[in-house]
Every structure is written in structure tokens, then in C-alpha cells.
């Protein structure tokens, strides 16, 4: 595998080592894992990967190709959710994968496609595969139906959020539907903030806005109760948060529901509704921030 070719990334760990040790103690968890790693790493050399390194709980490891990854990634946690381990323990495995280019150094890989996978990895949960839209475009047609896209999610490092999709690796017959909410897929999605005569928007291309009494921010708000640095209107993992970092709060008041205050908290806004900076509802404010969510 020569630098700047294209390979998978794949890491995967051991879910719940920490209370092993806790409850089993060091020399019967440190055998457990241990066994549970050396089942892994036969199904990795039977799909032509390489075990890269060995980091506690967790492997890390290279294949030639996306398709040969997704299947060792499906054997394994066949392997491992059958397997009876000491003292008839079960043990859970996550894993993430990923794409790309690497750079190959002493028999080591580095480089933004190992980070992407292991940071993948980190966001799965016990018995789940998780792997990129990258992968996924490399994978044959026979594959593709057992991928479903979950999430679309900001992983650090990252300036663009990633279309994160789950691989289905059960048998034919014993696959659940998976359901995801479509807004966190949707490039479309946008928050629509009307103060005033000036109408502001948060998207995918615009991921940030702050409002105050600031000439700086986004959204100018000429009043006394507002700090000059009131708020700040994000977009993370498909939805929309008002964070407020003021002295006096913020009101928010949905179109359905009652008036929520927070004060250096972060909210998640859905629907409409309209917000108050610094002041409550009763108090008259001269003007609200009028917040929409839309597709």
C-alpha cells in the first residue's frame, strides 16, 4: 500500500472495557479483551486487511478496498455477538470506518482519513458498523443495499458536517427497518430569523450567526437589555441551537408552548416561535427575533 492511495480505514473496540475491569478485575477483563481482539483480527486477515496497531481495547485496521472492509467489518460482528467468551461472557464491539488517501510511514498509516475513521468509530454504538458517504461511493452495487444513511454529523476537525450511514450486517431475515429523521439529511434545511425589516439565514452554508447590541454581530439589536454579545445561532448535527453567553438571558417563546428563559444555556429550536433578548415577553420588548425553521 504505496502513500497517497486510496484504502479503508477501519477501528474497532471493545464497548465496556472500563466496567469489566471494574467488576472482573485487571487479569480477567485484560484476558477477555485480549481474546476478543484476537477474534477480530482473524476476520480482518480473512478479508485481506492488515492489522495496523493495537491501541487497549481498540484495533485499528487497513483493507485494499471499501468492499473488503465492509465485509470484515459485517464478519466480525457476527463473530463476536456468537461468540461465548470466558466464563460464558458476551462482549459488544462498535465500529467506523472510512476511505481515502493515507500516508504509510513504518508500517503505520496517518493522515485525514485515519482520523475521520477513528472519530466514526468513537460516535458508534455497541454492535453498530458506522462508515462515510466516501466509503459508501466506493463500495460495488452488491453492497449498497446494506448501508442506510442515520445522521448527518459535524466531527471535530471538520469544517462540513459528514453523512454518516449504518451498515446492516444481520442476515437476510433478521434485518430491522431503520428509521432516521429526514431534516438531519436534508441540505435544505434552514433556520429563517426575521428582526425588523432584515431577514437572516442559517443553513448548511452558513453555519453560525450571533446577535447583540454589538456593530459586529450578525444581527444588530439596538437595546438596552441586550448584552453586546448576546447570543449565537448555530447549526450542528442537522439541528438548529440558540446559545446564549449573556447578563440577562434570553426568552424564547415557541408557537406552541410556554416561554422558556435561558441564561448561558443552549436550546435546540424547532418549528417557529419568537425570542427576546434580554427582556421577558411581559416586559414589552419593541421588537422580537421571529425564528423559523423550514425546508
Request: charged share 20%.
Amino acid at each position: 500500500m504505496n502513500n497517497n492511495k486510496k484504502i479503508a480505514v477501519l477501528f474497532a473496540d471493545v464497548c465496556g472495557s472500563t466496567s469489566l475491569f471494574d467488576q472482573l478485575g485487571d487479569v480477567i477483563a485484560r484476558h477477555l479483551i485480549t481474546d476478543c481482539i484476537r477474534e477480530m483480527t482473524d476476520e480482518v486477515e480473512c478479508f485481506e486487511g492488515m492489522l495496523i496497531q493495537t491501541i487497549g481495547d481498540e484495533i485499528m485496521c487497513a483493507f485494499p478496498s471499501a468492499a473488503a472492509a465492509v465485509r470484515a467489518a459485517c464478519a466480525i460482528q457476527k463473530r463476536i455477538t456468537a461468540k461465548r467468551f470466558e466464563n460464558g461472557m458476551n462482549l459488544d464491539v462498535r465500529i467506523g470506518c472510512h476511505y481515502g488517501a493515507v500516508v504509510s510511514e513504518g508500517g503505520d498509516f496517518f493522515g485525514d482519513t485515519v482520523n475521520v475513521a477513528a472519530r466514526i468509530a468513537s460516535i458508534a454504538k455497541a454492535g453498530k458498523i458506522l462508515t462515510s458517504k466516501d466509503l459508501v461511493d466506493a463500495l460495488p452495487e452488491e453492497l449498497l443495499c446494506k448501508v442506510n444513511p442515520i445522521m448527518s454529523r459535524e466531527l471535530r476537525g471538520k469544517q462540513e458536517e459528514m453523512t454518516i450511514f449504518v451498515v446492516d450486517w444481520s442476515e437476510a431475515g433478521d434485518r430491522t427497518n431503520i428509521s432516521f429523521a429526514p431534516a438531519l439529511l436534508n441540505p435544505q434545511i434552514t433556520l429563517r430569523l426575521t428582526y425588523g425589516a432584515n431577514v437572516y439565514a442559517l443553513h448548511k452554508d452558513k453555519k453560525a450567526l450571533t446577535a447583540g447590541r454589538d456593530d459586529h454581530c450578525d444581527i444588530l439589536v439596538r437595546s438596552s437589555f441586550a448584552s453586546r454579545q448576546h447570543a449565537r445561532f448555530e447549526l450542528r448535527s442537522g439541528k438548529f441551537y440558540i446559545i446564549d453567553q449573556s447578563t440577562n438571558g434570553s426568552y424564547i417563546r415557541p408557537m406552541q408552548g410556554d416561554v422558556i428563559h435561558i441564561s448561558n444555556q443552549e436550546m435546540i429550536l424547532q418549528n417557529s416561535g419568537c425570542i427576546s433578548l434580554g427582556q421577558t415577553f411581559s416586559d414589552s420588548p419593541s421588537m422580537f427575533i421571529i425564528y423559523s425553521v423550514c425546508t
